[in-house]
């Protein structure tokens, strides 16, 4: 079975601050993990993942298999960071993602 | 730029009524998925499909079915809407192990 862990429901940080989601995720394969995105108003859209170990919007995420985590930073937080965050997971070559509860970032001017 | 389209922002239905939700997508998709969105819960997946005429259950199928008669469209049904459906349904669609796209949602009530 898979899972995905977010600890946190809510987090607020102030403008550049940085910033730390968390991820933790629980597969006994080899795990393909995503970062999806919901500003207001918008529909859920992929941040970033990674295998493409790219920083989108400034934001980087590694994934460390020994910790099994996932967690999504940004050195400097920005006022339009603030969305609705969920981590995701799909076993290798599986087209089913697994999400996880989702964080509600907020960045107070 | 690709598509998901659903058929409904909102929708209010009454206990017992049946009601379809519809997905399009313009991608030429082989996989469509249907979740639910509730606070505190995050996305739990109802049902996919990875063909046309395939489907297979997800986390949370009980109280629903699905149709996929067309590989652009797949049809989420509530035989008979309970309050406890309240919720938003998103659709998405993916090809293989790329990236997922989702539709806006349908707000759906059921009073």
């Known amino acids: 079975a898979q899972r995905v862990t977010q600890p946190e429901k809510l987090l607020s940080v102030f403008k550049g601050a940085p910033v730390e989601l968390k991820c933790n995720y629980s597969?006994?394969?080899?795990?393909?993990l995503f970062w999806y995105v919901q500003y207001s108003r918008q529909r859920l859209q992929l941040l970033l993942r990674?295998?493409s170990r790219e920083s989108i919007k400034g934001f980087t995420a590694d994934l460390n298999k020994g910790e099994t985590s996932f967690h999504l930073k940004k050195p400097f937080a920005q006022e339009e960071d603030s969305a609705m965050y969920y981590c995701?997971?799909?076993?290798?070559?599986?087209?089913?993602?697994?999400f996880g509860t989702g964080t509600r970032l907020t960045i107070i001017p | 730029d690709v598509k998901v389209t659903q058929s409904s922002r909102y929708l209010v239905k009454r206990t017992g009524e049946k009601v379809f939700l519809e997905c399009v997508q313009d991608?030429?998709?082989?996989?469509m998925f249907w979740y639910r969105q509730d606070p505190g819960l995050g996305l739990r997946l109802i049902y996919f499909?990875?063909?046309?005429?395939?489907?297979e259950k997800g986390d949370i199928p009980e109280g629903y079915s699905v149709s996929r008669e067309k590989k652009e469209r797949f049809s989420l049904i509530l035989e008979s809407a309970s309050t406890n459906q309240t919720s938003m349904y998103l659709c998405?669609?993916?090809?293989?192990?790329?990236?997922?796209?989702f539709g806006p949602g349908t707000r759906l009530t059921v009073l």
């Open positions: 998405a669609s993916r090809e293989g192990i790329n990236e997922q796209f």
């Open positions: 597969y006994s394969g080899s795990p393909e």
């Open positions: 990674h295998i």
């Open positions: 995701a997971l799909s076993g290798f070559g599986n087209e089913k993602l697994t």
């Open positions: 991608m030429d998709h082989e996989n």
């Open positions: 499909s990875y063909d046309v005429k395939m489907k």
